[in-house]
């Protein structure tokens, strides 16, 4: 745990930079690692956008993901794996899915982000398998198995049909 990077917060609107999160980030990617990821409960804003879930960059191999929006329990967990979900998929080149409802669908409220499942659709799957070397049935079976230990059972449900 530390605080945000200096020099990221905007005082104007009291929220922090995401881009120079991600730039901070990028200086501290440890070798052989092949992402590194920050979570906040700090507001967070990119660019032109007033306001941001997450932001994920590719050449970097860096995300930051803010929890200040996503509510309380019991809804933050999903909230939050659906955001990581969706920004690692863009770390690693996934642009926003259109095609299926899908983690990498994009998202403008909290309410079309619960609209959506947590994992990845079949093509962005095949997309990250296939960099990570993995293999499909493992990788669903220990991802439901994942989702029912967290009482995400409608989640497992869904992954396995």
Known sequence: PRPCPAGTLAARVTQHDAGRILDALAEEVPEGCIACVGFTDEDLFAGKLNFVFGVGSPTARVGVYSVFRLGAEPAILRRTLRLMNHEVGHIFGVAHCIFWSCAMNGSNSLAESDRRPVHWCPLDEDKLLWYFG???SE???????????QGMGGDAESLER
């Open 139 to 149: 990788w669903r079976r220990r991802l439901a198995a994942f989702y029912r230990t």
């Open 134 to 136: 993995a293999e499909r």
